[in-house]
């Protein structure tokens, strides 16, 4: 079974896109959300593998949301990948304290990257 993924964003062109991409490399777009309050409702019922939050969700922090799916979901911290459109080195301060596996450029995001990230690579 393949690779199986949520995305929070609060940009909908953003996850078209994103949606395009990783269905091209045969990632499975379980869900997606705007907002930290969707993400939470829909994250239960997704079963995702992989969860992809947006650290700037418009007037929310997508840091908060690490922090909630942390401890008001199962979904493991090692599942979580920051997305976003600034450089790593710009916010690595900001995202050393989230429980999340990996930051990642949204210009970078790939199945193959999403997997490594997974694999601890």
């Known amino acids: 079974m393949g690779l199986r993924c949520f995305i929070v964003d609060d940009s909908t062109d953003f996850l078209d896109a994103a949606r395009s991409r990783l ?9 997606v959300a705007s907002t930290i309050d969707e993400a939470l409702a829909r994250l239960a019922d997704a079963e995702a593998d992989v969860v992809l939050v947006d650290v700037n969700l418009g007037s929310e ?42 930051l990642l450029s949204k210009t970078a995001l790939s199945g193959v990257a999403l997997r490594r990230i997974l694999d601890g690579r």
């Not at 269905?23 to 869900?31: F, I, L, N, Q, R």
């Open 23 to 31: 269905e091209s490399d045969g990632v499975t777009v379980v869900g």
């Open 61 to 102: 922090s997508g840091l908060d949301l690490a922090r909630r799916i942390q401890t008001e979901t199962t979904v493991d911290p090692a599942q979580v990948v920051l997305i976003s459109t600034h450089a790593a080195e710009d916010l690595i301060d900001l995202v050393e304290s989230v429980p999340a596996a990996a």
